[in-house]
Nanobody, 124 residues
Framework: QVQLVESGGGLVQAGGSLKLSCAAS????????MGWFRQGPGEERQFVAA????????TYADSVKGRFTISTNNAANTVYLQMNSLKSEDTAVYYC?????????????????WGQGTQVTVSS
C-alpha cells in the first residue's frame, strides 16, 4: 500500500513558477513509476508528466514540454513537478500517481495509487 500526499499548489500570476511535491509512504518508493496528472474545471483528467521506476525515462505532455520538469528524491520518498512559465490554461487540480515498476505511462488507468490533489490557479 502506498499513500501519496501532494503539496505546493497555490495562486500564481501568469509567467510565474510553482513547485509541487508529492510525498509517498512506504519503503519501496524507488520501485514505483510516478506520474502527474491534472483536471481542470469541467475537463477530463489529463496526463502531465511521468518518470519511470528506474528514473531513466521521463515523459511529458506536449502542452507542458519545455516548461515543466519532473524529478524524484528517493531518499525523501518524494516526486516533484517544477512548473515554470505558467499559463492560465495550467489552472487545474494536480494529482500524483504511482505504478509499481511502471515505465512512466501517460495512461492514468495504469496507476494503482493516487493522491488527493493540490489546486493550482494561474491568474492572467
Amino acid at each position: 500500500q502506498v499513500q501519496l500526499v501532494e503539496s505546493g499548489g497555490g495562486l500564481v500570476q501568469a509567467g510565474g513558477s510553482l513547485k509541487l511535491s508529492c510525498a509517498a509512504s512506504g519503503r519501496t518508493f524507488s520501485s514505483y513509476a510516478m506520474g502527474w496528472f491534472r483536471q481542470g474545471p469541467g475537463e477530463e483528467r489529463q496526463f502531465v508528466a511521468a518518470i519511470s521506476w528506474s528514473g531513466g525515462s521521463r515523459t511529458y505532455a506536449d502542452s507542458v514540454k519545455g516548461r515543466f520538469t519532473i524529478s524524484t528524491n528517493n531518499a525523501a520518498n518524494t516526486v516533484y513537478l517544477q512548473m515554470n512559465s505558467l499559463k492560465s490554461e495550467d489552472t487545474a487540480v494536480y494529482y500524483c500517481a504511482a505504478e509499481l515498476r511502471g515505465s512512466g505511462s501517460s495512461e492514468g488507468s495504469r496507476y494503482e495509487y493516487w493522491g488527493q490533489g493540490t489546486q493550482v490557479t494561474v491568474s492572467s
